[in-house]
């Protein structure tokens, strides 16, 4: 399903969410549904119902990545403006976590604790990075680096994006 310039794919998950070595996925294809009886919509909805139970996220476990001459580690809280930070969120499962972005109220309740908008980086379908816009370079730049890093850091097969987005936190969405 088409989201933004990416696309919504599905998976079934296998195995135990504690132990990440132990688990198997598969991408749900159209035959698979054809063989369920069942529609992409449908699969959609139990998706939206389910994926965070499954992939929970727990933002108070973040890492703060240091650049130019900002700092690393420490609260994001902290009241020294000059300390300038990307905030990666991390979860239980670590795997397939770029969907967290969808889950319901969870964009708004970053812009609710960061108390400005901010940028969503693209880092790999395990992960997106949260910048806040008070600490952030200009779009071009963060769009740069972006493709530098995708273009040698990131596999094939978890490539997202080379662009970041932005969230308006008044307008509740993505742009």
Known sequence: MPWKDLAIVFLFVAGNGEHQMQQAAMLIKKEQ????????????????????????????????????????????????????????????????????????????????????NFYILPSSVHEMIILPESGALPKEELNAVIQEINGSQVNAEEYLSDHAYYYDRVRKCVM
């Open 33 to 116: 549904l054809e063989w369920w009886n069942t529609s992409t919509e449908d699969l959609y909805q139990n998706a939206m119902l389910n994926t965070e139970k499954l992939l929970p996220y727990e933002f108070d476990q973040y890492v703060c990545i240091a650049y130019g001459n900002a700092w690393c580690g420490g609260d994001r809280r902290s009241s020294d403006s000059r300390r300038k930070h990307v905030c990666v969120d991390e979860s239980n499962a670590k795997f397939w976590m770029a969907a967290a972005v969808l889950y319901p109220g969870r964009l708004e309740m970053l812009a609710l604790y960061l108390k400005e």
